[in-house]
């Protein structure tokens, strides 16, 4: 039964091919022949890589007939176009790299094809990560497999997208500000941004890079562990990458939450989110202390700060790392008659918006005379941030909050640049104190004119490295309430 | 016109270290090659590539530091310097900003006359190198008129290290003495190759002046593109003779860029400070601060080699050579390590800098080979140099023995025992072969006495020959002249 099989687990479907009884090559076929019939409708990928996937598959196929023990072995995967795999378009949404072929590959994209994932394609995403919808990709819409009038989220709207509609098992995001997490929860699925440094960054094309972090959009809490054990640890091509060993996480999910202490937010109280989404976080607390954790209030109190602090440091960063995208080496190039004059064309015509908007506010903050007002300032409140979850996790083991303040929206509706910022609010805190943290699906709301209930998010956060607390925790969560089953994609009428 | 003005100079180095690859990637660390043929994701900087720190730079750059004294903070960083350039991969430059790896330090040099001066380093830091771009279609190589331009990228990456003097150099001669000594002690160092011909050596002059006597700094220039130590220093003067000229006519100093004309002897204005970038300094998300244990900074302290201007001191104060003599033996370093053996062994620095420099020096030149090559070991010379000392043998023969030395004669002091060479300084011997020789020549002698005293000298010659040179010249002088005065 194809249609029963792509709706399988990584795990599971790792399970049947290591165990012979489907051959990689066949879950690809059924994979590629899922996406041909939903594209259309979707825009989960800028690339499908057909020839790409069958080559892995058959090279899936011959490891494990030689006797190796894959992981992830024939696991359809879902890759975002911010991350290089060599010879394959990396375009992150812009139309200046809308052509560039990458030369190698990204080492977290390479240690999961190491360990058996068979690549499906590139998925779209905001323009170099920059945005909460993928509406601002310069190169496609995606839709909410929930609701095809409303986004998948974003940045990596394309990974959560794909995933959601079985287009692929794992779907591969990076986080900056919450572009895994937000996407994971409006598309009802496991988003999990590991610990800061503990996923090598080099091949991930770079939007802040103190802050972005490579991490999986599943179906499953064991299928983002499964994942995370695969490519998390030391590389040496990236000097922030953590040079500390990684426990397995798949090996320490847990059943329950008994002597755990579960820290909620007194500054995230979600009655500012409505009576709805205020009753469905209200009943994930109770959950929580229902299978056993103790629940204490902790606060944040410079968590305000945020959103303020993140929109100078990632802007900064961000004016520094897309300044090489300029027509000489590379990508999109506007002749003009002096090479001054092609930079600008270059610039202007290859980045949309958004991006320009970013490296605007980025570049006037670390300008002679207001680097100390600015950039400086923000890297002190940064501290701060991060000063108030060490103070809240000398009382708790996990926090638990919201991690949208409202479900998927429509298309433009968020025409406001702020209002889209403050998309972000739940999940800045952790990205800019550098801590593990994941979102999972715990309800669903109809929002107000819309024509179907969409998926709600957890957020839970652990301490520095403690990724196994974290998805251990997540996984008595959502074994105990199984939210993400209660409601397919709209996916009726598409024959596989 | 009465007013006497004083320089102020101060030098911004480029070094480029002797790595085998490169600062952030693994691409090798060497000059020329096909274009683009050592390049990597990484210096070309493109998507998703990131940087790795180079730990042998590193050390490279901290024993640089070391050797002129200067702090090693256990704690500094990369920052970006971001500005557009199409031969720089990346738009902006991995260097160091507010806390550099050195910070301070002293290079001490001399003058031709051998007087030492020191200059005070503000501070040294760590940075990659950018690629070369080539202008076509202009003629000239020059980008005015070129049609298009091609960029070369081998050199991207390349770990530089910047070092920044004080503005306490006050005329051409020091600002080269002092980047002569900066030259003499990368290399002994063993950290560059210091090849302005290849660009692993560059630098740019601060100058400004004032009037003697006053303590405030004038306006200054800096000037670029001077291509060896010979154009820095003729750039150096013009410079002064601009500014001196321009106040005297009662003109200001601009602050501005200056580029050296080789051809005409002359600055021209470049760029002045009102174009100056805002390079927009952050430390680098993508590099961890560096921490430089003490273990490692005690390690390459006690690993620094005896210093150029170390050796030049001993030279020229404890072994009381001459300041040439000392120069050319720290100059040459394989030539002043040679000699610092023979000095060892023979406790006699001038000899030893006599036959080294001289004799030694010359056979080497003739041959093509080096002094340290040739058969002659320190031992041996040092013997040589007692033999003379003891007046066993004298100069005239020590200078054959030397010949045959280095033909690979071996010891001296076991040619002289074979063939009889000791110099006689016996008084009865010697007067044997005066009395042969004074008979022999008796017209000669006639002339002598006739008034004629300069034949003393022949007769001398006369002597030595007769002695096949063993004769002590002090005792046949003596003797002669004794003789024919009786």
Redesign the interface.
Known sequence: MPEERIKQSAAETANDVRSRRISAVEVAEETLAHVGAVEGRLGSYLTVLPDLARAHAMHVDQRVASGEDLPLAGVPLAVKD???LETTR?T?GSKI?EH?I???T?TAVARLLEAGAVPIGKTNCDEFAMGSSCENSALGVTRNPYDPDRVPGGSSGGSAAAVAAYEAAIGLGSDTGGSIREPGAFCNLVGFKPTYGRVS??????F???LDQIGPLTRTVEDAALTYDAMAGYD?????SIARPVEPTAAALREDLRGLRIGIVREFDSKALGDDLDGIYRAAYGDLERLGAQLVEVSLPTADYGVPTYYLIAP??A??NL????G???GLRVEAAD??TM?DKTRAAGFGPEVKRRILIG?HA???GY?DAY?VRAQKARTLIAGDFDRAFARCDLIACPATSCPAFRFAAKSDPYSMYLMDYYTIPMSLAGLPALSVPCGWSTPEGGNFPMPIGLQLCAPLFAERLLLGAAHAYERATQHALARAPLLEGVQA | MSVSYEAVIGIECHVELKTVTKMFCGCLNEFGGEPNTKVC?IC??????????NAKAIELMVTTGLAFGALIPAFSKFD?K?Y?Y?DM????QISQYDMPLAQGGTVKYWLEDGTMKACRLTRIHLEEDTGKSTHAGSGDGRIAGSSY?L?DFNRAGVPLMECVSEPELHSAEEAVGYLESLRRTLLALGVSDVKMEEGSLRCDANVSVRAAGSSELGTKTEIKNMNSFRSVERAIESEIERQIALLNAGNRIVQETRGWDEINGVTHSMRSKEEAH?Y???PD????PLEVGRVDVERLQAGLPTLPWERFERYTREYGLGAKQATQLVENFELGRYYDRVVALSGNPQQSSNFVLGELSRLANETGTTVGDSSVSPDHLAELIALVETKRINSKIAKELLGRMWSGAGSPGAIVEREGLAQTSDLTTVERFVDDVLAANESVVAEYKRGKTNVAGFLVGQVMKASRGKADPAIVNELVTKKLSS
């Open positions: 911010n991350m290089c990396t992150c790299l560039w990458a030369p190698y990204a960054r080099y091949g991930l094309v770079a802040a890079s103190s040496a091509m990236d000097a922030t900064a960063e004016s520094s300044a090489r995208f300029d000489v080496r590379y090479v001054r930079y570049t670390l300008s002679s680097y950039y | 994701p070309l900087g493109m998507p998703g590539a990131l940087p790795v720190p970006r971001n557009f199409p991969p990346k738009d902006y331009s960029v805002d927009r300094y952050f998300p993508d590099l961890v």
